[in-house]
T-cell receptor, first 112, second 114 residues
């Protein structure tokens, strides 16, 4: 079965600093999703990547899917306290059932 | 509008109680999902409905009973739960059940079983 490993597990950065979160898959990725979750709340969809080499940006967050389609990175520029939360990557399992599996999560804290 | 709503926000129940969780979306999505999330863990899929029919049951115990009365509504009926069932229950929907259809999540119901 497909597994998604995220690194780092947790991250504390000073406000204004840049940071990167990685998501590595044990199998080829057919669709890679990034979500953000505040503790105890629902998941907020950030962006979806499908093609190898694809890069998408929204405000100060950029996500990339590498050419071999087994790794994705999420980069936050000039972090703000509002960026704090748990970042989860999710991948379609490649079948026809749209079964979404999630990575292990990265907890981000931004210190003012 | 990408809103999925869930009620109640919090639920405390005893092991002999019967309760229901409700999820609603008005985006015209035809696939709806229930996930269970334990503390500090990622969400785990429980059930998938596609066009109001149960498509996936991830070997969930029968004390959890899903229902999809119409294309906008998804319920999860709870009966004789155990304390280890305490978790955040998340509902999601997507346009279809298929490759690369983004799932949109509700805010979740925090369930505590005493």
């Amino acid at each position: 079965s497909q597994e998604l490993e995220q690194s780092p597990q947790s991250l504390i950065v000073q406000e204004g600093k840049n940071l990167t979160i990685n998501c590595t898959s044990s199998k080829t990725l057919y669709g890679l999703y990034w979500y953000k979750q505040k503790y105890g709340e629902g998941l907020i969809f950030l962006m979806m990547l499908q093609k190898g080499g694809e890069e998408k940006s929204h405000e100060k967050i950029t996500a990339k899917l590498d050419e071999k389609k087994q790794q994705s990175s999420l980069h936050i520029t000039a972090s703000q306290p509002s960026h704090a939360g748990i970042y989860l990557c999710g991948a379609d399992n490649g079948g026809a059932t749209n079964k979404l599996i999630f990575g292990t999560g990265t907890l981000l804290a931004v210190q003012p | 509008d990408t809103e999925v709503t869930q009620t109640p926000k919090h639920l405390v129940m005893g092991m002999t109680n019967k309760k229901s969780l409700k999820c609603e979306q008005h985006m015209g999505h035809r696939a709806m999902y229930w996930y269970k999330q334990k503390a500090k863990k990622p969400p785990e899929l429980m059930f998938v409905y596609s066009y109001e029919k149960l498509s996936i049951n991830e070997s969930v115990p029968s004390r959890f009973s899903p229902e999809c009365p119409n294309s906008s509504l998804l319920n999860l009926h709870l009966h004789a739960l155990q304390p280890e069932d305490s978790a955040l229950y998340l509902c999601a929907s997507s346009p279809r059940q298929g490759l690369v259809d983004t799932q949109y999540f509700g805010p979740g119901t925090r369930l505590t079983v005493l």
